[in-house]
């Protein structure tokens, strides 16, 4: 008797997408059309009839030499793209990574070593002491943390994105630790786990033999999911002109620029070209979305395919 194995169209979508993203990222400069420096300049051209035209940025999408078109200083808006690709996936993802294993090992310890709470003392304590931190608007302690330094900074770009990395990671611990605690408290209580504690098995044994096993599948839509609050942070942050890797700030008039190119920097710094020459604006914005859905399809897919709705929610 032949089973019918039923395709999971959301899962595989997603793993395309995000599979072609991380692709991206990792041969992205390698396969940039120009030069990250390379600018369009303001120049008279002569066509091959005798007549002539003006070249200046910004150029707009659809040509040969700049299929994406260029910004308003005439930089190749594809080129951008490939190259800071790899702060924006990579960056969230490693974030993502270490928010679950740091917050998962203390969630997995809390739930499993903490007393069970008596009656009338709910909400109180030490139980309220995560709940407390897992409601604090974490985009204002981001930006409140790094808006002092994040502005012209000395520090390279990548160690002004290890910093935001670090910080991105404390203030994400919390929500992580809380998430998991909850589900160890469930499964601390089942019958296989009471039974091993009265043979005598030891406490990390349990968790190594009993909790993580049960857990596996929901760490992993964890991560897929702290990703995608990780890149909404970004684009947060990069509306108030707090970008990955460093800001670099003009005068007169004042403009913010992102250091690395990072997709939601690119987002941050030319929104104001929502009105005229959209498609800078537009382009990036199209690619970070096109991420956040790749991400978002891996995880209802996954929750589909483990039957297990382990849902958690940002706290900004």
């Known amino acids: 008797m032949k089973m019918k194995v039923k395709m999971n169209k ?15 990222a990792l041969i992205g400069p390698f396969i940039a059309p120009h030069e990250l420096n390379h600018q369009v300049k303001i120049e008279y051209v002569v066509g091959q009839d005798g007549d002539g035209y003006v070249v200046a940025p910004p150029v707009a999408p659809g040509s040969k030499e700049y299929p994406l078109g260029t910004d308003k200083n005439g930089y190749d808006l594809l080129t ?90 404390v203030v994400g611990v919390p929500s992580v630790a809380s998430t998991v605690k909850e589900k160890t408290l469930i499964i601390r209580e089942r019958q296989f786990v009471t039974a091993s504690r009265s043979l005598g098995a030891g406490g990390w044994r349990i968790i190594g033999s009993h909790l993580i096993p049960h857990l596996k599948e929901s760490f992993l839509i964890l991560i897929v999911q702290e990703i995608i609050l990780v890149l909404t942070l970004f684009g947060q942050l990069a509306l108030f002109n707090v970008f990955v890797g460093g800001t670099t700030m003009y005068f007169d008039p004042p403009e913010y ?17 929502f009105y005229a020459n959209e498609w800078i604006f537009y382009v990036p914005l199209a690619a970070y979305a096109l991420l956040i859905i790749g991400f978002a399809l891996v995880s209802k897919g996954l929750e589909q395919r483990y039957n297990k709705m382990f849902s958690k929610f940002s706290h900004f």
Do not use: C, D
């Not at 959301?10 to 991206?24: D, E, H, N, W």
């Open 10 to 24: 959301t899962l595989i979508a997603g793993l395309i997408l995000a599979a072609f993203m991380v692709l991206i």
């Open 80 to 169: 951008k793209l490939l190259h800071g690709a790899k702060y924006t996936i990579f960056l969230s993802i490693g974030i993502a990574v270490a928010r679950v294993a740091v917050g998962g090992l203390i969630g997995l310890l809390l739930g499993f070593y903490v007393k069970p709470q008596r009656e009338g003392k709910e909400g109180t304590g030490k139980a309220s002491f995560w709940s407390v931190l897992n409601g604090i608007p974490i985009f204002l302690i981001v930006w409140l943390m790094m808006i002092g330094i994040t502005i012209n900074p000395a520090a390279s770009p990548f160690a002004m994105s290890m910093i935001l990395a670090v910080v991105l990671l």
């Open 257 to 273: 620029h992102s250091r690395t190119s990072e997709w939601a920097g690119l987002i941050g710094h030319n929104r104001m070209s």
